[in-house]
């Protein structure tokens, strides 16, 4: 969505809704030009990386007091602010646009710290509209922020009419009450979920809320609900730039904002998230490295049940459940490969988390049995 201050109508003021919008800022925002973003969120900051590495002059504007600052730590702001400077951003937080002038193109920005900027574009990033126009004509159900009521199978007050994506709320069944995010990954997999329903099968979608973005050289993945938390645990390292933030409000586990981390850590983040662990109950041993997180799933006790059965082999038991299509999409995507036995025992604990959170293989995820014959191979030792 766009903001109605003056001027918001010049040419060379854009949101970012479509994949023209996307063609038409980098086509504006190129070397030399000075490009100002609204907004310190994950929109805003994605953008204005994409222009610095592009070439161009950028600089932020934000109410919040640092960059994420309404969903991360004070210090993880600071660093992540500290990091955009470095990359020759000029960072203003709790700084808006009042007026923007021109003649025909924007031209100016005027500050509410009372600079006047000059510029050549102009990006704002200070959240969405829902388009669910569309959805009212057809008289479905609505609720807070005009978001479409849906049940847990993603099937709307009309039984023939299933949403998915942004403007979809659904019963969410690890917190119990009904979410919403705003993430192209949730898209995808709740349309395909939908498809499935529409098609006769009939699941509750019930994958844990997840989103990741990419600004710079960082990476992060969250997966939960962090729209309210009172305080975080830190497990691991913001210098070095391998650190995982755990969220929790009223006692209890609400999510996890990582940056770096080992990829055997994925998988039991998200199993602590939906176990709703206690404060009280896993503070200290979360701070300590030296402590594997699947210790506080009680994972000894699993992996000796895993154990148990029929010996697996790759070739006899694993290869087989990768397709041709799955092969060859990990070639270029992760640069493994999914027929080598080296391959994939090298990389056992990451294609197994990407397994278990769905997004891999890129067209649906695996059946939750073959989801575990997997991990039972890897608990048997991974035999050839």
């Known amino acids: ?146 978001a479409v009521i849906v049940d847990e199978h993603l099937r709307s007050s009309d039984p023939n009419i299933y949403c998915a994506g942004d403007i979809a709320a659904w019963p969410d069944p690890t917190f119990g009450e009904r979410l919403r995010v705003e993430h192209w990954d949730v898209a995808r997999r709740q349309g395909r979920r939908a498809g499935r329903n529409m098609a006769g099968e009939e699941e509750a979608y019930n994958a844990l809320p997840y989103f990741f973005s990419d600004m710079f050289d960082l990476s992060f993945e969250v997966w939960g609900n962090l729209a ?54 896993v503070a200290d041993v979360l701070r300590d490295e030296g402590v594997e997180l699947e210790t506080l799933l009680g994972g000894a006790e699993e992996e000796a049940a895993d154990e148990e059965g029929t010996e697996l082999s790759f070739e006899e038991d694993i290869r087989p459940l990768f397709r041709e299509k799955d092969v060859e999409e990990m070639k270029e995507i992760a640069d493994f490969d999914l027929s080598n036995y080296e391959d994939v025992r090298e990389n056992a604990e990451a294609i197994h988390s990407y397994l278990a959170d769905g997004s891999m293989p890129c067209d649906g995820p695996w059946p939750e049995e073959q989801v575990e014959k997997f991990k039972r191979w890897m608990n048997q030792g991974m035999k050839a």
């Open 1 to 146: 969505r766009g903001l109605p201050i003056p001027g918001s109508d010049l040419e060379n003021v854009f949101t970012l809704r479509t994949i023209e919008d996307s063609q038409a800022i980098q086509e504006a925002g190129g070397e030399g030009k000075h490009a100002l973003i609204m907004g310190g969120s994950f929109i805003g900051s994605e953008v204005a990386s994409s222009l610095t590495q592009r070439g161009a002059e950028v600089t932020m504007i934000f109410p919040e007091s640092g960059i994420l600052g309404y969903i991360v730590s004070k210090g993880l702001s600071e660093f992540l602010t500290e990091v955009y400077q470095q990359k020759n951003v000029t960072v203003l937080p709790e700084v808006i646009c009042e007026t923007l002038e021109g003649d025909g193109n924007v031209e100016r920005a005027v500050l509410s710290n009372g600079q006047s900027l000059d510029v050549d574009l102009v990006v704002m990033g200070v959240g969405i509209a829902l388009n669910t126009e569309l959805a009212q004509e057809a008289g479905l159900e609505l609720g807070e922020d005009e």
């Open 228 to 281: 309210s938390w009172e305080r975080t645990v830190e497990r691991g390292s913001l210098e070095e730039r391998s650190v995982a933030y755990y969220y929790f409000d009223e006692g209890k586990m609400v999510g996890v904002f990582a940056m770096g981390r080992p990829s055997e850590e994925r998988s039991p983040m998200q199993e602590l998230v939906k176990a709703r662990v206690a404060y009280d109950e």
